[in-house]
């Protein structure tokens, strides 16, 4: 059998159960909800989990690297939450991350990286002040007990909401010919290709999927710094895989993401340091990207630990845009604006007014009031 289509085969599988949104969800579910949108959960009261993984930006944002409470970049693009509850490892550096509930918790009270800066302490006691939240704690849990538990316990819940397959790719794989152009056909052909070999990292249900022989952890050549006579390596602030394992070997390497959505989910790479898809099949094409200025200085194309499937390939025009289609068609068409994916603390999205100072229909701008 096709070593794509034995990849594909959850995928296929995943197809049968179905992708359409939820109109009703559960009481735990709508605590999740809030809980998700509320600025309350951040230090300084300007961000909520939804000021990074964004709904109407594919479930991430349009920043280079996520920006924490006091302003200042992370190393590390957003990755998107989109299908997060099919995820197996929920970091891009961290193997060990391997529960969703550690996704929750370390944007919350994780020092190093800053993200939200909150304590356990300071979070239960804003929202035990709040009686909206002692009603949604009891019609969720049958009494109004408010505890760290029970947060991340709503919240896991929630995020298993942001699901879909809802593209012309899973369409065209459910046996409609017509969901996909011609020209995306192509572009789907050249992905599973020999010459390309997109397909032995990104298969599986998510595309996220590396064959069983690859790693998870892939060293794409994005950098190659080199001076003094150092071996090519990653910028020493985002090592990837080596800051937690100490491993030379591991420099540069980062979890295979999914390319469901991709299109929707700019800036790429885990810096967010590649600003189109074109830019991306380029980095590729030329076997890694060569940087001719500035700090990184170098080329990936020489760095010791760049994966062996990353050896440059040559593309047509005409190739190249089919490609680029090919990832177009793999964005989820859902309308993540309407309930259960929109703010509650919001009277009207259009006009942006709110029921409780602190909070903002999209919470993607910081709200002037902090909590005290």
């Keep these: 059998m096709n070593l794509f289509i034995k990849a594909l085969l959850p995928l296929l599988l995943w197809l049968l159960t179905g992708s359409a949104l939820a109109e009703s969800i559960s009481a735990i579910q709508e605590l999740g909800r809030h809980l998700f949108f509320d600025t309350q959960l951040s230090l300084k009261?300007?961000?909520s989990c939804a000021l990074c993984h964004s709904p109407t930006h594919g479930w991430s944002n349009t920043f280079t690297q996520t920006i924490n409470i006091h302003g200042e970049p992370d190393t590390l693009n957003t990755p998107s939450l989109l299908n997060i509850s099919q995820q197996t490892v929920f970091s891009l550096t961290n193997p060990s991350r391997t529960k969703v509930e550690m996704a929750i918790t370390t944007p919350m009270f994780s020092i190093d990286p800053l993200e939200m800066g909150l304590t356990p302490d300071l979070l239960l006691s804003r929202l035990k002040k709040s009686v909206s939240y002692s009603e949604l704690f009891e019609q969720a849990y049958e009494d109004s007990d408010i505890?760290?538990?029970?947060?991340?316990?709503a919240l896991k819940h929630y995020l298993t909401l942001i699901e879909s397959r809802n593209t012309r790719f899973h369409r065209y794989l459910g046996g409609e010919e017509q969901a996909l152009t011609s020209e995306e056909q192509e572009g789907f052909r050249l992905f599973n290709s020999v010459r390309l070999q997109c397909s032995r990292c990104h298969g599986g249900a998510?595309?996220?999927?590396?064959?069983a022989t690859i790693?998870?952890?892939q060293n794409t050549g994005l950098y190659?710094?080199?001076r003094q006579g150092e071996p090519p390596h990653y910028p020493a602030t985002e090592p990837g895989l080596r800051r937690h394992t100490s491993d030379h070997q591991d420099d540069g390497k980062f979890r295979v993401p999914s390319l469901i959505n991709v299109a929707n989910t700019g800036p790429w790479a885990h810096d967010g340091s590649v600003q189109s898809l074109a830019s991306v099949i380029d980095n590729y094409a030329r076997g890694g990207r060569k940087t001719s200025y500035g700090p990184n200085q170098g080329d990936g194309f020489?760095?010791?630990n760049k994966s062996f499937l990353?050896?440059?390939f040559s593309l047509t025009r005409s190739e190249k845009t089919a490609l680029i289609a090919f990832l177009h068609s793999l964005s989820v068409e859902d309308d993540w604006r309407r309930y259960p994916f929109n703010s509650p603390f919001c009277v009207s999205n259009d006009k942006q007014t709110h029921?409780?100072?602190g909070s903002t229909c999209s919470l993607i701008k910081p709200t002037q009031e902090q909590p005290k």
């Design 147 to 153: 505890t760290l538990e029970r947060v991340v316990h």
């Design 215 to 217: 790693s998870q952890y």
């Design 206 to 211: 998510l595309l996220n999927q590396p064959e």
């Design 45 to 47: 009261g300007n961000r």
């Design 224 to 226: 190659g710094i080199s």
């Design 302 to 304: 020489h760095h010791p």
């Design 310 to 312: 990353i050896n440059g």
């Design 355 to 357: 029921t409780r100072p």
